[in-house]
């Protein structure tokens, strides 16, 4: 438990920030030309399934956008767990954490994550899980049955962090900059 | 629910999840094959010029990492680092994540015997695979996006031009419709009227989400059609 002695004790806020974050994007000066992940590439990955024919113009140029809140979604998450093990380094264990954890990310198990299910396991093992709570999650990660109990890993903990005191915690821990690969076993 | 479609990619991502080398040739196979309906792919490619079209790249199958990279250190911290293996991870998940979305929505357009995957297919499929909290921003999104283009014109570029012209040949009714009569706004609340409903059917849990909405949606109350929606959401 002494890992969580540096935890800020206040519920995530990291879904809050992300939606504030989104909130302010989309009011804000957007540009419709240049898009932060290419179009012709999506469209190409959406016509890998042999049944979609026709796909209309704004439907990539969603995808676009989506994606990118996709990637922020994720990576925040994943930040989230690094930062559970004190580490200014994002690892695969990380992000491999985040997805075994959000219901919403379970298609993802189906084909990266499961050759590492169990480094995944192994991975949460030393980490403390947030709490399943309405009050403090998002809806939509409490819908259905978790796949994800099989792992154990939905399991009520106290400690909690919260997203901007994370990075006050960890500003002054420079040496953890060169974070190991794998599961951190124990301190 | 099983897809055919998109079983076919998961095959390819078992194939990613080894060394790219081994996995080459089945991965052009399959690419190839599902390549195969050129119809829609030759105006494309034509119009955005010097792509191949009989062989996908190995980088095809992907978001070029540099700019996921980008994405993911808008959202961390300055002092954040990010391993290689956790680039490449998120990188495969972003694909994943496009054909998963894309299977479910392609799915809905053939119930409703439609041929063509649009916007709110798009966001239709991302409600029912529990992505609620991506919806408001993306419907704004595209909200903005179709005044710009109402507004613009011949203004904007040829490839827009195009594919906007592409777009009302293959649905001239509803496209007519949509654009002639400011078509964006009716058709927002729509959908967020039929989603609220899918959500009701599907989510039973979606409540506490549906209040986080309307706090994120008085938050950026400035923007008057956004109170509508929340009628209808509610």
Redo the contacts between chains.
């Keep these: 438990m002494e890992n969580n002695n540096g935890n800020n004790q206040l519920p995530p806020k990291g879904?809050e920030q992300?939606?504030?974050?989104?909130?302010?994007?989309?009011?804000g000066n957007?540009d419709?030309?240049n898009h932060?992940?290419?179009i012709?590439?999506?469209?190409?990955?959406?016509?890998?399934?042999?049944?979609?024919?026709?796909?209309?113009?704004?439907?990539p140029?969603?995808?676009s956008?989506?994606?990118?809140?996709?990637?922020?979604?994720?990576?925040?998450r994943?930040?989230l767990h690094?930062q559970e093990s004190k580490r200014?380094?994002?690892?695969?264990s990380?992000?491999?954490a985040a997805?075994a954890q959000t219901?919403?990310?379970d298609?993802?198990l189906?084909?990266?994550i499961e050759?590492k299910r169990e480094s995944v396991a192994a991975a949460a093992d030393p980490v403390a899980m947030p709490p399943i709570d309405?009050?403090e999650l998002?809806?939509?990660m409490?819908?259905g049955t978790p796949v994800c109990c099989s792992l154990g890993i939905h399991q009520p903990q106290p400690q909690m962090q919260a997203w901007p005191g994370a990075?006050t915690s960890?500003?002054g821990e420079?040496e953890e900059?060169r974070?190991k690969?794998g599961g951190d076993d124990g301190n | 629910m099983e897809?055919?479609?998109?079983h076919?990619?998961?095959k390819?991502?078992?194939n990613?999840?080894t060394p790219s080398p081994p996995g080459l040739a089945a991965n052009f196979l399959m690419?190839e094959?599902?390549?195969?309906?050129p119809e829609?792919?030759q105006p494309?490619k034509t119009s955005?010029g010097g792509?191949e079209e009989c062989t996908?790249r190995e980088q095809?199958?992907f978001?070029?990492i540099a700019?996921?990279i980008?994405?993911?250190r808008?959202?961390?911290?300055a002092?954040?680092?990010?391993?290689d293996?956790?680039k490449?991870?998120?990188q495969?998940?972003?694909?994943?994540?496009?054909?998963?979305?894309?299977?479910e929505?392609?799915e809905r357009c053939?119930r409703e015997q439609r041929?063509?995957?649009?916007?709110e297919?798009?966001?239709w499929a991302?409600s029912k695979?529990?992505?609620?909290?991506?919806i408001e921003?993306?419907t704004?999104?595209?909200h903005?996006?179709?005044e710009?283009e109402g507004e613009r014109g011949v203004s904007c570029?040829a490839g827009?031009v195009s594919?906007?012209n592409?777009?009302v040949v293959?649905?001239p009714n509803g496209t007519m419709t949509e654009y002639g009569a400011y078509g964006p706004v009716p058709g927002i609340h729509m959908a967020q009227y039929h989603y609220r409903h899918q959500n009701g059917f599907v989510?039973s849990?979606?409540?506490?989400?549906s209040k986080?909405s309307g706090s994120?949606s008085g938050?950026?109350g400035?923007?008057v059609e956004v109170f509508p929606t929340q009628q209808h959401k509610y």
């Design positions: 879904n992300l939606k504030s974050f989104w909130s302010k994007e989309m009011e957007l419709f030309k932060d992940l290419p012709t590439r999506i469209k190409k990955i959406m016509k890998y399934d042999p049944d979609v024919t026709m796909i209309a113009s704004e439907a140029i969603l995808l956008k989506a994606c990118e809140m996709f990637i922020m979604d994720l990576t925040m994943s930040w690094a200014v380094t994002l690892q695969k990380n992000v491999d997805v219901v919403i990310f298609f993802l189906d084909d990266d050759v309405d009050g998002p809806p939509g409490v819908i990075w960890v500003s420079e900059a974070g690969k | 897809r055919g479609g998109f076919g990619y998961r390819l991502s078992v990613n999840t690419a094959g599902s390549m195969r309906p829609f792919n494309n955005n792509e996908v095809d199958r978001m070029p700019n996921v980008r994405i993911m808008r959202i961390l911290p002092h954040a680092k990010i391993s293996d956790s490449e991870t998120i495969e998940c972003v694909s994943e994540y496009i054909s998963f979305i894309t299977g929505a392609n053939q041929k063509t995957i649009t916007a297919d798009v966001l991302m695979l529990g992505f609620d909290d991506y921003p993306l704004l999104y595209l903005r996006y179709r710009l570029s827009s594919m906007t592409g777009l293959k649905r989510f849990g979606n409540e506490p989400n986080m994120s938050a950026s400035a923007r």
